[in-house]
């Protein structure tokens, strides 16, 4: 009932109770042996640190003693008692803003918050598409044609494909069993893509509150990405599509990962990963990263060539197996994609792959300049898988659909320019975190309105520039870096994260 026992974790001992000290000085109080609780024993003397002995072999094999504060002359005991010097803690490699910043562990309530949040989210934008073109809409009304490939592959499975959709054999085999069960080749992809949606989401606001992030702060992220088109809205208007799966499997492997313990979940999800899409490797920098920022390197490279391996094994075994129409020329697909690109450059790209697919994200990234280049260099695991999802550019044909897979790590860079920003803001408001998500919110709908999605100039590909979300995302990105230009530099340990 003493503070001091209130404070220690205590263990099962033969002769008592292992008992780590929370801290260095000394306690107030004395704590007694487990079968000398009851003892009522007045404390004459100074209190000195002892360490238990290990009472057991495995405890003596690994060299392990035990910390324990007593006083004495205050009774008898059997234990074997070593008065030593009190032991400095090893200090743990951490970034600078592990404290303002520290790993939380997921509780039910996060689970059921982030369920609830992404239906939501999901809902909406399916509500959204549907008033315009309405629900489960037909094929026609879509002027893409990347998913023919998927609906053929479903509806006729013994027929060779194009490649690479060849090799996706998992959403057409998915959407195939649900049309077993009943449903048409139109609604079993919208079912699949629905749950593949929702799960993505889920996983990305579980994401954030492993990083550290709080509960507000994660479910206004996740708000502010169902307000892009690239996360949720293209893939409502394209529900035939392999990607939606793909996200949720990226999504849930990063999840695991960075929880730490449940890591072997992503090797499960990696020979999933390989029967949907070769996009799952953008996992891989961000695992060997993140195992490196918590274990050693040797950690890192086996962890990472685990995935890696049953990754590869199954994307290897369908190639050797399945054989395309036509061999995959993919040299030609980049020649196209940076030839495009390039010539395209000033007129809509510079827009498309920066506010024009991340909206907001990008003024709250970078309010803080100085800040923006720390993070990036404490946090490697995601700015490699997001440099990596860029990379994925050079032969793709689209802009939000592959961009959508970094996510996870845009709305992390968010996240903590949302939270830097609120913890500096110099205002008169009783709240300025409701202020900041307001404009955030509607700087965010106007994007959401604004960007075309159902007509040939509303292809991810040639997303016209619109200059005015582009102008109101620098003005926001003015007001907010003014929070951080009169600013002393502080000390690396004392910035927010």
Known sequence: RVQFAQRAVLLPFPHGRRIVPEREEPPSAWVVPHRHRSSRLVPEREPVCVVVNAQNQKDQRAGRHFILWHRQGTHRSSMPFVRVKPRERVARREPPDAKLRPRMKLSGRDIRMALALSALIVLANAGYVASKLGFVHRVRLVLETDHRHYIHMATNPDEPED???????????????????????????????????????ACTFLFLRGRGFSLEVSALMLVLMGLTQGAVRWFEYQYWMSDPLCMALVAAALLVIELDKPWRWAIVIAI????????????????FFRTLAKHDIKQAFLRTAAIAVAF??????????????????????????????????????????TVGTWGVFVPLALADVRAFGRRMRENLDLTFMTLATYGTLIISNNTERPLAYAWPAIAAAGA????????????????PFQRLAVMCVGAQMVHFGLTRWNDYSGSSLYQPANFSVTGIMVALWLV??????????????????
Do not use: C
């Open 312 to 353: 590869f094994s199954v994307s290897l075994a369908l190639h050797a197996v399945i054989t395309p129409i036509a061999p995959d020329d993919w040299w030609s697909g980049v020649v196209d994609s940076m030839g495009f690109r390039s010539r395209r450059l000033l007129q809509n790209q510079w827009y498309v792959v």
């Open 416 to 431: 903590a320019g949302f939270q830097a920003t609120v913890a500096n803001l110099k205002i008169p408001f009783r709240n």
């Open 480 to 497: 907010w870096s003014r929070v951080f230009a009169k600013q002393t530099p502080k000390r690396p340990d004392s910035v927010a994260p």
């Open 163 to 201: 490649p690479p959709y060849a090799f996706r054999v998992a959403a057409p085999t998915l959407a195939r069993g649900l049309m077993a069960w009943g449903l048409n080749v139109n609604e079993a992809f919208y079912a699949l893509t629905q749950t593949s949606l929702l799960t993505f989401l």
């Open 272 to 287: 999933a990963a390989g029967f949907v899409r070769e996009s799952f490797v953008l996992v891989l920098p961000f695992a």
